[in-house]
């Protein structure tokens, strides 16, 4: 089934997984959860030796063990879940993870933006069959969010803040009383949520200012913050990881050199240092340079390498999809990435010792670049 | 027969299973026979790690039962006199041995700093607590001294330590201990990352003091004795068995072999019986291998003599983020050890040990355990009970978690939060969820700090602190240390005493105000010096001046200052260190600072100042005046030139302004410099390495003090030699000695003119007259008169140049009349007023004093002649003033003499009218009647 999929949600993707970890699951769960908290973590988290399992579970999110926790317990209470951090930090990927994980369903998702209203989260009508039969529970769309309240199961809110503050409050009393309310209808007009139900929600930090929640908004939810990964081992774990699977995806045979990744991960590490001591947003790059950046430049490389080059992934090849996915405003991120290539990567490919892939790696950004200019 | 066969038989098995039968086996047993070595020893060995309540719990109830006559403690053998000061302090305190000058260790080092902290729920406390309350009991300290510290520092590089668990952004207290070496009773930690991390990661703890509450502290708290001894051998074998082969073991082991000497010594020298002796260690060295190991051993260890380093020893306060931060403990984690063994003590009913008098905290007990001591039994298995059974865990604690959330909600709302009743409700289910989710039936404050962070904090914190640090705060939060004042150094307690007419309470760790009206109450006088003094030594903000100001010739009136002596105390604690009284202290430092062999004369004349600032006394003045001279004399360079001349001009109006007559080394100090300057001002001209301004400044010394320095005996000459023999090559250079000349008389006023005019006209040159200005600008310090040719010169530059070299030079000028503001600024300015109009309207017409033009248009303008009898003689014969304006040059002219004023015609006709009266008057002055007449006529 996943192979007729550009992209299979969690729950299809590792179906097997999940079904044979609620065969062994015989922990306590909590409402109409399918795993037990324990089991979800480790669903997300990988197992380990010592959990004791006869198979191997693989690590599907990388970050702190503890945002995972207080996530998985947060759903099982009350209130909400926010998860909030930069572009790229893997907020909505642990979103999907864990609802795939706590209700075998991840496509209950309803997209914040600017044009999202009141009717994306709660329900809508089908014109032509109200016309036709008036209104009815029939002739009503009922929203994601609505959808998950029935099934009693995790309803999921991307970019929560990317939506108007008004448009937001409409959560407060899914989220408070647990129940939707459909005033045109005179009878069957309560839509009651079934025990299990919760929303997770993302929002992007960079985004703050500009629809802040309500406070009244705010207390219903739990705040978790995901921060960028900094740690070089994790980062090269979640890269080596979301790069096996979008090879997959594309159904492409082709190895990545270790010592690329690691030219790779070098780069964003010096960017980053280099962004964090800026002093003005011109003097750093727009990019917010997370992993999922790394990612994309990685798969950019790949693509390329794949359909215009010799199929083998070459230093030369990275360095120029690095200028080119970091480079969006010229000539301020130009000039950055000119001077980091100058400053940078030149005295590290000259130096002793040096892996010769720095070489290819500086002459590729360089040609890049001046393509650009 | 050892109790253990069973259990390494069953090791032994478990290893062959791993498949790693050698390596493994060998850990494995090894850490067996460790445990069973240091049970079987005859002194008995009490493990100890830091910072734990267990540890804290187990030394209570075993000193109750054991009542041992000697305790041999892990800690700097030279510390042992600070014990005893604990009892007038507040805790947490550090022991601290400070040395200011190193002898014997690089001196790089200075200065030596150790410090080892005392918190109440520490084993060492109950230990030292029982020794010196208890009559009859001793207490020896065994660890080799803080000058091996630091002797065996530089023997051996410091292992690499794992990191501290949190990131070394320290609030406040944290600084307390400065930079102190660090020194823990029990430093029980793995000896190697990789081994924290695996522990960290399968333990599913975020950090190392999460990790031992969880699995070491808990299961031990309700231990009996023989199990907590046995199990802690056993984690301090492990971790000395797991170290990284790199890892040097040399020093700890040495540390053990000097304690081990050291206690055969004290049981050979006392007679003690070992039996009735304990000995505290880390556990650690409990599992220590060294062949010193036991009273019975007899290896030799020979102890190396100290250095001649002179230590100082005191206490100063600590904190419990203090202690965090030095080593690299989890915040928050020393804070709820304390918490932890305050809730044991309570449920376990142990009456800890508490020195009498002891500040702070619960009050002592009059409860004495009088009970005979209890017998042990002989040592049996408790390990394999231990390790083959999960730890016994608290069940829920309703109550308490309950009262933390209610408190932690209440907190948040007063740190800005907007939580409430329904945050409590979901910290408390979600600190059960979490501690569930853990495989704990109990949350861990950590649990629950976990989940009073995901449910009260949001996206920003509302206040300066976060919900992390209010958890810290409510369960136990930070406690600060105090030092008393029985304990603080002599020169401490002296200054408290002569702050104290100020009434403040200055133990207080708030800033306080204190206001002195020095007119109104001049017994406050002697706190205002002293306040000064201590500004003047302390560093920071610890005595911080807000009105009022101390200079040479200022006196303040009133003074307002802010004081934070009981926040600083270290600083106060460690001023000791250096003399009895703050006066002595600076006298100490001003001396050393102009004995030191990078000394200059600038820095004696500093000194100088601050002695007659601070100390007033003569003779010291006097003395450090004498340095002055002799360091001046042996100069070789003129780098400090400016400030030399800056603080000797200072110097000279305060004697001048204040005494009759100028000390002898003041007079020294110029006749001495007048030839020194002379000397150097030749090779200074033409050294490429001195600046215009060490010139200038020499040649304003030479200058502004010539007379005193001719007065005392100096030749004139010897400057004019100077200035002939200078041949500068530097553009600026040359414009100064231009001016210098001009100022001798060697060069006239027109020629310099000229000099200047011929720069200008010459094609060649103009690109290098900025050079010269510059010179001309630092020559306005020596040679003030010259302001208006300066003023001229560079006028003419501003009018004649072209922009493009002008515009460069101007950022130059700028910062250098910046740098310079208060010698140059003030004549300039004063000149350019002088010599440009001050009105718009008067700008379209002037014409500068110096243009041809000028000079041309506008005839001389003498003022008029008074008249009276000189003027009329020399109207009357006016060929000698003829002659004279011929030799001047001028040509001759003489003005009318002055109509009479036209306003009194009225008067002069009346007068006319009837004269009678005048003509009396010039009969009195026997004079003519027409003179009277022209007499009359004036007004």
Known sequence: MTDDMLRAPAEVKYAEELDWLESVDDAPKPFSWRLSPKMVRLFVLGSEPSDGLDREIPQKWFGDRSFVERSIVTLASDRGLLLIGDPGTGKSWLAELLSAAISRNSTLVVQGTAGTTEDHIKYSWNVSMVIAKGQSRASMIPSPIMTAMEGGVIGRFEELTRSTSDVQDALISILSEKYVSIPELDDDNIVFAKPGFSIIATANS???????????????????????????????????????????????????????????????????????????????????????????????????????????????????????????????????????????????????????????????????????? | MSPFGALREQLHDAAREF?????????????????????????????????????????????????????????????????????????????????????????????????????????????????????????????????????????????????????????????LHGDAVGLEIGDLRPGFAELESYLLHH??????????????????????YATYRQVMVLIGSLFRRLRPSRGDLGRDEDRERHMWTRMREHLAATGADPASCLYVCGAFHAASRVEQFGVAAAAPFEITPRTATRWQYGLIPSSHSAIEAQFGLASGSVSIAAATFDKALKRSRVTPFRLEGQKGGRKPSARKSAAAPVVDEPAADRLSGFLSSPPVLDGLDEAELLGWCVDLVRLARRNGYLSSTADAIAVFETSILLAGMRGRARPTPYDFQDAAVTCIEKDRVPGRRDVRHLCEILLGGDRIGEVGYASLPPLARDVLDRLEPLGLDLKKRTIQRALMNLDADPALEPCSRLLWVLRRLLPGGTVRPIMGSRKLGERSIQESWDLALGRDQRALVELGYEGVTVEQVLEHRLRRAVRDPKATAAVALEAVEDALLYLGSRRFVDELGARAVELLAAERTVDDAPEVLRRARRLLAHYRATEPELPEWCKAFVAEG??????????????DDTGVRQVAAMLGFLFGMESLALSLGCDHAQLE???????????????????????????????????????????????????????????????????????????????????????????????????????????????????????????????????????????????????????????????????????????PGWQESPAAPAGHAEVTALLARHPVALNAISAVFTASPAQGTRLAARP
Request: with cysteine.
């Open chain 1, 206 to 373: 960079r985004d703050r200012g500009v629809n802040d929640l309500s406070s009244a908004l705010k207390r219903r939810f739990n705040f978790v913050r995901v921060p960028v990964v900094t740690n070089k081992r994790s980062e090269a774990e979640i890269v080596r990881f979301r790069t096996a699977e979008l090879l997959r995806r594309h159904r492409i045979e082709l190895e990545v050199p270790p010592s690329l990744l690691d030219i790779l991960l070098q780069s964003f590490a010096d960017l980053r240092a280099a962004a964090a001591s800026a002093t003005g947003d011109d003097d750093r790059l727009e990019s917010a340079l997370s992993t999922a950046e790394q990612i994309g430049v990685l798969e950019d490389a790949i693509l390329h390498s794949q359909f215009f080059g010799d199929r083998a992934l070459t230093a030369r090849t990275l360095g120029g999809s690095l200028v080119g996915s970091l480079a969006r405003r010229s000539p301020e991120d130009l000039a950055i990435l000119n001077k980091f290539w100058h400053g940078v990567v030149e005295p590290r490919s000259k130096k002793d010792g040096a892996d010769p892939s720095w070489q290819g790696f500086l002459e590729g950004g360089r040609q890049a670049i001046s393509t650009l200019s």
């Open chain 2, 19 to 175: 498949g790693g039968e050698d390596a493994v086996a060998a850990i494995l047993s090894g850490m067996v026979d460790d445990v069973d070595r240091a049970l079987r020893e005859e002194l008995e060995i009490f493990p100890v790690c830091h910072h734990s309540p267990a540890s804290a719990l187990a030394m209570a109830r075993r000193l109750r039962d054991k009542r041992p006559s000697v305790i041999y403690l892990e800690l700097c053998e030279d510390l042992a006199p600070l014990l005893a000061e604990l009892r007038n302090c507040r805790l947490p305190v550090a022991l601290q041995a400070f040395a200011n000058e190193p002898d014997g260790h690089p001196a790089s080092w200075a200065p030596l700093s150790v410090i080892a902290p005392i918190t109440e729920a520490s084993a060492e406390y109950q230990a030292i607590a029982y020794a010196l309350d208890t009559p009859g009991v001793e207490i020896v300290l065994v660890d080799r001294s803080t000058d091996h510290v630091f002797q065996w520092e530089r023997r051996e590089p410091a292992p690499d330590a794992p990191g501290p668990d949190v990131p070394p952004e320290a609030p406040e207290e944290a600084a």
């Open chain 2, 203 to 224: 333990g599913k703890v975020r950090h190392w003091s999460e990790w031992w509450d969880q699995y070491v502290e808990q299961p031990l708290s309700g231990a009996d």
């Open chain 2, 674 to 687: 007048y030839a020194h300057y002379c000397t150097l001002l030749p090779t200074a001209f033409t050294d």
């Open chain 2, 721 to 891: 030699l100077a200035v002939r023999q200078a041949h500068p090559e530097a553009p600026a250079k040359v414009a100064l000695l231009w001016a210098a000349r001009s100022q001798l008389g060697l060069m006239s006023l027109a020629e310099l003119r000229g000099r200047c005019d011929d720069l200008l006209g010459n094609p060649l040159v103009v690109p290098s007259v900025p050079l010269y200005m510059s010179g001309f600008v630092q020559a306005l310090e020596p040679a003030p008169a010259l302001a208006p040719v300066v003023v001229e010169v560079m006028s003419k530059a501003f009018a004649r140049l072209p922009d493009r070299v002008l515009l460069p030079w101007l950022p130059t000028l700028i910062t250098t009349l910046r740098e310079h503001a208060r010698e140059l600024v003030p004549v300039l300015v004063r000149e350019a007023a002088r010599t440009f109009p001050a009105t718009l309207p008067a700008l379209d017409a002037w014409v500068p004093p110096w243009s041809p033009s000028a000079a041309a248009a506008s005839p001389v303008l003498v003022a008029d002649a008074p008249p009276g009898p000189a003027a009329t003689l020399l109207a009357a014969h006016p060929s000698a003033c003829d002659a004279i304006a011929a030799l001047l040059g001028h040509p």
